[in-house]
Nanobody, 119 residues
């Protein structure tokens, strides 16, 4: 069992930046970020494999969001720049054995951290 704890959410104006963190209680292979806003399904944001050799971003965040990981700290990060109102959502950290953009590939989930972008 792996426990995931997210942090770093908050409120920001359009064009601003936030950095999310997710600490895992143990070693993980693939880790990723998903987001969900009210009335919508959980949406893939970004993923990274265990040795950081491969990252994968959703088209909607490509060029604005960057995922990274520090295995020494069992932590992944999501640097979010040029935030837009449509990025408003609860952001969830996920960990699993398989790398990819589909939620069912991940075995463990955090409780989420809220990101609100508004003027």
């Amino acid at each position: 069992q792996v426990r995931l704890v997210e942090s770093g959410g908050g409120s920001v104006q359009p064009g601003g930046s936030l950095r999310l963190s997710c600490v895992a209680s143990g070693r993980t292979f693939a880790m990723g970020w998903f987001r969900q806003s009210p009335g919508n399904e959980r949406e893939f944001v970004a993923a990274v494999n265990w040795n950081h050799s491969t990252t994968y971003n959703a088209d909607s965040v490509n060029g604005r969001f960057t995922i990274s990981r520090d295995n020494a700290k069992n932590t992944i990060y999501l640097q979010m720049d040029s935030l837009e109102v449509v990025d408003t959502a609860a952001y969830y950290c996920a960990a699993g054995r398989t790398f990819g953009p589909i939620a069912s590939l991940y075995d463990y989930w955090g409780l989420g951290t809220q990101v609100t972008v508004s003027s």
